[in-house]
T-cell receptor, first 113, second 114 residues
Framework: GQQVMQIPQYQHVQEGEDFTTYCNSS?????IQWYKQRPGGHPVFLIQ?????EVKKQKRLTFQFGEAKKNSSLHITATQTTDVGTYFC?????????????FGKGTHLIIQP | NAGVTQTPKFQVLKTGQSMTLQCAQD?????MYWYRQDPGMGLRLIYY???????DKGEVPNGYNVSRLNKREFSLRLESAAPSQTSVYFC?????????????FGEGSWLTVV
C-alpha cells in the first residue's frame, strides 16, 4: 500500500533556530495534510495542500507541496518553546479499498532553551 | 462544542480480558476512525466507518472489532486483550472519507495490557 515517509524522526534545536521536516510519498498525492501533536495530546490539523508547487504560510510556519506532488515540507522559522511536539504529514490512502489518511511516523521537535 | 469524545481515558487490562472503547462525535460527521499510536510507529488505522452502517478494515485490524452504533457513535472492542495491544487509541471523525477531508481527533485512550 501507499506509504508516506517522514524525516527526520527526531530534531533537537536551540530556541530561535529554524526547523524543517520532510515528507515523501512513493506515489502522487491528491493532497497532503499536516498535523501537530503536543506531548500527551492528540493530533490537531494544521493545514492542507492541494496544488502542485503550493506554498502556504501560517505565521512562522511555511508549508510546501512539491511540483510532482510526491513530497512536502514544513519549515518553522525561529522556533519557540510552544512549537514543541510531533509533526505529522498525512496523505490519502489509495488502493485496497481503504479510505482515510495514512500518516507518516512523525518528526519529534525538541527545543532546548 | 465537545467535538470527538472518547472513553475511558485510561485503562489497565489483564491479558485475555475484553473491553470496549467508546467514541462519540457531535459534528454530524459521516466518517469515523480508530487509530492506534505506538512509539516510533506513528498513527496506524485500525478500522474506519465511511458512513453509518458501514465499517472497513484499516492497516492493523487483527484483534479488534468495531460497531458503528449510529451516526454519532463508533466503538472499538478488544475481545481478548494481548500485551501487543498496549497503545494509545485515538478515535477520529471527518465529514466524509476521501481527499480533502480534515480529520478531527479525540483526546486519546491510554490502554495497558499486562
Amino acid at each position: 500500500g501507499q506509504q508516506v515517509m517522514q524525516i527526520p524522526q527526531y530534531q533537537h534545536v536551540q530556541e530561535g533556530e529554524d526547523f524543517t521536516t520532510y515528507c515523501n510519498s512513493s506515489t502522487t498525492l491528491s493532497n497532503i495534510q499536516w498535523y501537530k501533536q503536543r506531548p500527551g495530546g492528540h493530533p490537531v490539523f494544521l493545514i492542507q495542500l492541494v496544488k502542485s508547487g503550493e506554498v502556504k504560510k501560517q505565521k512562522r510556519l511555511t508549508f510546501q507541496f512539491g511540483e510532482a506532488k510526491k513530497n512536502s515540507s514544513l519549515h518553522i522559522t525561529a522556533t519557540q518553546t510552544t512549537d514543541v511536539g510531533t509533526y505529522f504529514c498525512a496523505g490519502p490512502i489509495s488502493g485496497g479499498g481503504a479510505d482515510g489518511l495514512t500518516f507518516g511516523k512523525g518528526t519529534h521537535l525538541i527545543i532546548q532553551p | 462544542n465537545a467535538g470527538v469524545t472518547q472513553t475511558p481515558k485510561f485503562q489497565v487490562l489483564k491479558t485475555g480480558q475484553s473491553m470496549t472503547l467508546q467514541c462519540a462525535q457531535d459534528m454530524n460527521h459521516n466518517s469515523m476512525y480508530w487509530y492506534r499510536q505506538d512509539p516510533g510507529m506513528g498513527l496506524r488505522l485500525i478500522y474506519y466507518s465511511a458512513s453509518e452502517g458501514t465499517t472497513d478494515k484499516g492497516e492493523v485490524p487483527n484483534g479488534y472489532n468495531v460497531s458503528r452504533l449510529n451516526k454519532r457513535e463508533f466503538s472499538l472492542r478488544l475481545e481478548s486483550a494481548a500485551p501487543s495491544q498496549t497503545s494509545v487509541y485515538f478515535c477520529a471523525s471527518s465529514e466524509s472519507v476521501g481527499p480533502g477531508n480534515t480529520i478531527y481527533f479525540g483526546e486519546g485512550s491510554w490502554l495497558t495490557v499486562v
